[in-house]
């Protein structure tokens, strides 16, 4: 009578322990979900951002260049101007490509910052606009190349393959950050999943193998443990899972998504190109 009693007990125990267990992972996956979906939101409002910038940074580039191109005296600046006009067309032609549907939203007229610049170059001739119009470009292109670069994940003296103006070591991880998170998460989730079932049933049959001997004592003892062994790796395998689940929202460590942060690193190099030529330009007409 004592020993089954000590068995009930035991089995009451077990069933508590996994009621615990399976209340903690509902609880678990809950946080990741809302972790997940608020990550999404983030990486939606860095993708928005950036492109936002672009395509005004590109809009000006070219509105500005086009008037350089006619009001420059210096053969060097209107040299310069056309390569501007002509690169950042490209560029806004690739960021539309870039966000599909979406181009929509893409700006179309100078915001007012820039709308001033421009007022201002239009009250100047000669040599005078010759270097307020490449003080501008040093300018905006300083502001360009560290925005391109943290969307890109890199540093703002580097490319998405090395060093800018030198050097070969490879960063094309930060460019395609957000596929190797997904595939780290989902492992993770599984190997985790994997471990904690594996645990519980190893502890489980300790606990079964005691009950069948006739010990009451390491009976109860097996089956708690098993509980507990399980309990205690269902949880971790559920809390793995869900911070798994919860990093891998689909962005790079820039925090912009996968296809955004591939048009900045392919965009940045002629940004640095532009920012050193303007850098020359500046030097000379002083």
Do not use: W
């Amino acid at each position: 009578m004592q020993h089954t009693s000590r068995i009930v007990s035991t089995t009451v125990l077990v069933g508590i322990l996994a009621a615990g267990v399976a209340a903690q992972a509902q609880t678990d996956e809950r946080s990741g979900a809302a972790g997940a979906t608020r990550a999404r939101a983030d990486a939606v409002q860095h993708d928005e951002d950036f492109i936002q910038f672009a395509a005004m940074s590109s809009l000006a580039e070219v509105e500005i260049g086009r008037m350089a191109q006619t009001q420059a005296t210096n053969p060097e600046v209107k040299q310069y101007a056309a390569q501007l006009v002509m690169d950042h067309t490209q560029a806004t032609q690739r960021l539309k490509q870039t966000v599909g549907s979406s181009s929509a939203t893409l700006p179309t007229e100078l915001d007012a910052k820039h709308r001033e610049a421009m007022q201002k170059l239009k009250g100047l001739s000669g040599a005078a606009f010759d270097r307020e119009f490449v003080k501008m470009m040093v300018d905006d292109h300083r502001e360009a190349v560290d925005r391109f670069a943290s969307a890109a994940g890199v540093r703002a003296n580097e490319t998405a393959t090395g060093p800018a103006g030198g050097g070969s070591r490879d960063r094309s991880a930060a460019a395609g950050g957000g596929s190797q998170t997904d595939t780290r998460g989902t492992t993770g989730t599984t190997g985790s999943s994997t471990s904690g079932a594996a645990s519980g049933t190893t502890s489980g049959s300790g606990g079964a193998s005691g009950t069948a001997s006739g010990n009451a004592g390491s009976s109860a003892s097996g089956a708690s443990g098993g509980a507990a062994g399980g309990a205690t790796s269902g949880a971790a395998a559920s809390s793995t899972g869900a911070g798994s689940r919860t990093g891998s929202a689909g962005t790079g460590a820039s925090g912009i998504s996968p296809g955004v942060q591939q048009f900045a690193a392919a965009t940045l190099p002629t940004l640095q190109t532009h920012l050193r030529m303007a850098e020359q330009l500046s030097s000379r007409l002083k």
